[in-house]
Nanobody, 122 residues
Framework: QVQLVESGGGLVQAGGSLSLSCTTS????????MAWYRQAPGKQRELVAS???????NYADSVKGRFTIYRDDTENTMYLQMRSLKVEETAIYYC????????????????WGQGTQVTVSS
């Protein structure tokens, strides 16, 4: 079972910055691909950014150049630094972790954080 603990989020004015963090166990962190998703009211959950265990990153086009995802292996923590936030990025942000296949059947472990609210005001 993958357990994730998120922190950060809150209220920020448009154009401002905010940082999120997500911590999990070392056993999970060292092998999992970590990611941030967000879900705005009335919309589907969407991928914001992801980072593999080796540090390869991927971003949604809408956040490229403004958001940075990175991981601190000493703290088993992943971070999302968000800059130049927009009102439309108001959403609940969720941390996600997925391991590689753990057995010959291809079973993976996956977990979600509880979600943290990010509100961007105009």
């Amino acid at each position: 079972q993958v357990q994730l603990v998120e922190s950060g989020g809150g209220l920020v004015q448009a154009g401002g910055s905010l940082s999120l963090s997500c911590t999990t166990s070392r056993r999970t962190f060292r092998i999992a691909t970590m990611a941030w998703y967000r879900q705005a009211p009335g919309k589907q959950r969407e991928l914001v950014a992801s980072i593999t265990s080796s540090g390869n990153t991927n971003y949604a086009d809408s956040v490229k150049g403004r958001f940075t995802i990175y991981r601190d292996d000493t703290e088993n923590t992943m971070y999302l630094q968000m800059r130049s936030l927009k009102v439309e990025e108001t959403a609940i942000y969720y941390c996600n972790a997925v391991t590689p296949p753990l057995n010959v059947e291809g079973a993976r472990l996956e977990g979600w954080g509880q979600g943290t609210q990010v509100t961007v005001s105009s």
